[in-house]
């Protein structure tokens, strides 16, 4: 399958996101700071990337935590995924959370979350009077492996 084109305006001094390996699924997300940030534990903060972007109708772009960012810094992002949808065009922002015991350090350019683009199902809900039968039936949480 081709790639989707997006059409993107990039407002930072950094090169626009790119797959580093031809099996990546996600591209990285940069920091557009003018100076670094501190991020005491437990503290949050909306990061600005630079990027809009025009997502075509039918997917969405989600932002996600790097997992190195995650095991090395105990940062991580909030609302994860965070959904862009295909009408928003605004600047993609990164909530960002120190989840470790010191304070954190992000500088300019730093690669703080990746970007993963992926189609989207519209559905049409059909009410009913019943569900079909399964297994599992109403088994919530930790129900769904055997005994």
Known sequence: MPPVDIPVV???????????????????????????????????????TGLRMEVPEGFEAQVRPRSGLAIKKGLTCLNTPGTIDADYRGEVQVILVNLSQED??????????QLVVQRVEKINWVEVDSLGETLRKEGGFGHSGTH
């Open 10 to 48: 990039n407002h930072s001094e950094h090169p626009l996101p790119a797959y580093a390996t031809p099996g990546s699924s996600g591209m990285d997300l940069r920091a557009a700071l003018a100076d670094r940030i501190v991020l005491a534990p437990m503290e949050r903060i909306l990061v600005p």
């Open 104 to 113: 954190q350090v992000i500088e300019p350019g730093e690669r703080i979350a």
